[in-house]
């Protein structure tokens, strides 16, 4: 039983081929309130905006997917740093 309220949907299965597996690892959320979701199998990270609904493939690159091991990218962490950027 949940004890929150729905707030959204964010349909990441329209972003990629359906025949190849997604493991869609883990969310973190900016000060915005976007969230920034890895994918461990294909070294992906999607964003996604509260406002529109809308999920976009924010980076790619092969260092985040699986080296020796079946898993690549897992985790991920948001900071607002001195300069008040966010990373």
Known sequence: ELDGDFIRFFNFTTLYDQSIPKLI???????YGNLYA???????????SPFSGKV????HTPLL?????????????????NDNSEY
């Open 25 to 31: 690892n883990d969310v973190v959320q900016d000060r």
């Open 56 to 59: 976009s493939l924010l980076l």
């Open 65 to 81: 997917g699986p080296q020796d091991i079946s898993i690549g990218a897992n985790g991920i962490e948001h900071f607002i740093g």
């Open 38 to 48: 890895t994918d461990s199998f294909n070294g992906n990270i999607y964003a996604a």
